[in-house]
């Protein structure tokens, strides 16, 4: 794995926990796994496919899996539009 892949992996297991302080006990932990990876997928490769979303999780999952998690994400949670996610992002870009 070259460096790159390691600040990436390294920003998004600091978004999962920041998201995971402020959104504990209102979101499952699983899905706060899941949206830090989406949103770290999302900055990395700047487009909305979902494919190229899936193949920029940084999981052991095939993509396939992630394209899947990805669609009945999409298709199946209402995100409570109260919870925001502006700070984690933040870290992201710094």
């Excluded at 190229?52 to 999952?61: D, G, P, Q, R, S």
């Excluded at 999409?74 to 992002?89: F, G, K, N, R």
């Amino acid at each position: 794995m070259d460096t790159k892949n390691l600040k990436d992996e390294y920003k998004v297991t600091q978004l999962i926990s920041v998201l995971t302080e402020n959104l504990k006990g209102k979101v499952n932990l699983s899905r706060i796994k899941f949206l830090g990876q989406l949103i770290g997928a999302l900055l990395k490769v700047q487009n909305v496919c979902f494919e190229k979303l899936a193949t920029a999780f940084e999981t052991e999952a095939k993509s396939a899996s992630s394209l899947r998690r990805i669609q009945r994400f999409i298709a199946d949670y209402v995100l409570d539009t109260d919870l925001t996610v502006i700070e984690p992002v933040e870290i992201l870009l710094a």
